[in-house]
């Protein structure tokens, strides 16, 4: 009888959140019911669109602005960057 046996389901759901958290999320949590309600990929769009531009058309070091902007916005959203 090899293997992992399982005790309960409450053993379950606590490996899988250790599982998804070491995954890599990169949620803020400050208080209770505090995670980020999207994926961090589809968080603030329009400073997204803004910085990558101007990467493409300045270079990364001439957008530092831009960069700053969507980072705060990713904050406000309860990412931590």
């Not at 992992?4 to 998804?20: C, G, H, P, T």
């Not at 803004?50 to 070091?61: A, K, M, T, Y």
Request: net charge positive; charged share 25%.
């Amino acid at each position: 009888m090899g293997g992992l046996q399982i005790q309960n389901s409450s053993s379950v759901v606590s490996l899988q959140s250790q599982k998804d958290h070491q995954q890599g999320s990169t949620a803020v949590t400050t208080g209770p019911d505090s995670k980020p309600k999207k994926k961090i990929c589809c968080a603030c769009p329009d400073t997204k669109k803004l910085r990558d531009e101007c990467i493409v058309e300045h270079g990364e070091s001439a957008c530092e602005k831009w960069i700053e902007a969507h980072r705060k916005c990713l904050r406000a959203e309860g990412f931590n960057v």
